[in-house]
């Protein structure tokens, strides 16, 4: 199993961004793919997650006014889409891929871990 977060780059505050998490190999049913970021020198925090087998998404409540998890399973494909971001969305975004009280935890954990990609929002 692979993961590949893609989509970062140089955006300017105010604009949108869509990022994309492919997937390759197996998906178990009761897995979840989860949305991470860790700004430079930060902890790593929680942003959403897709569930595979009833497609519910959930959002970390400080960016639910901004962010929307979806995705497209017949590509194997979770989308993470920011709108009106700012200089504090700045940070590494990764995806990873496990059940979801793995992903959740106060510390999270996941078998599958995909390279992030960086997302620099420019004031």
Known sequence: VQLQASGGGLVQSGNNLILSCDISGFILPNYCVAWFRQPDGKDR???????????DSKVRDSLKDRVTISADESARRVYLQMNSLKPEDTAVYSCAMDYEYKLLSPQPSADFWGPGTLVTVSS
């Open 45 to 55: 925090e929680f942003v959403g997650r897709f569930r595979w087998h009833d497609g």
